[in-house]
């Protein structure tokens, strides 16, 4: 069924289920792959012609991450926002600003409604913090256009945010290869 031939309001069928327009995921928890799992989201949705947006909250532009590198090469509008990890920050006010702006970025991409997935990366620590407003994201998310599918990342998320999701996945560490003194793997962790 193409998209144009979704009925607004989804009759349910026989089983009970009814076909949504658009879903809000989250990744959350203390174990690894929150973000990996939404870059291989961006990859199916990149698959169906899509067009992919990805905010990026604390990683800065100096990162240049692999997924980036790749994710950009095929189309992805990539906006890495923050300035880095907060324990390497030098001005926690500065970092407080910068989480500020990645969100009216990626409230003017979810507002415009050009990009079908909209990756919200490690924005739960921005809400932790109270540098970007949890209402304010619940109220953008709740009233996105109807084609605007978006994923949300980052440990101890948002119980707000949790409770208007759709899916959520929390990541559970079993084991870490850095508990053993292994450094990040280029390849495998970046």
Known sequence: MSESEIPSESPLSEDGMRVAKS??????????????????????ALALGWPVAV??????????VGEESMLRKLGVDWFAEGDGFTWDSENLDESAALA????????????????????LDEISY????????????????QHRPELVNIIL??????PEVIDIADTVTEMRQIKHAFEQKIVAKKGIDY
Do not use: C, P, Y
């Not at 905010?55 to 240049?64: H, Y």
């Not at 921005?126 to 998310?141: C, E, N, R, Y």
């Not at 990342?153 to 948002?158: L, S």
């Open 100 to 119: 500020g702006a990645a969100w009216e970025k990626a409230k003017s991409l979810i507002d415009h409604g050009a990009h079908r997935l909209i990756i």
């Open 55 to 64: 905010v990026q909250f604390l990683k800065s532009g100096d990162w240049r």
């Open 153 to 158: 990342t980052g440990r101890d998320m948002a």
């Open 23 to 44: 879903l809000v995921l989250v990744n959350t928890g203390h174990g690894k792959g929150k973000s990996t799992a939404a870059f291989g989201t961006a990859l199916r």
């Open 126 to 141: 921005a809400l932790t913090w109270k540098w970007v407003d949890t209402d304010d994201v619940v109220s953008v998310i």
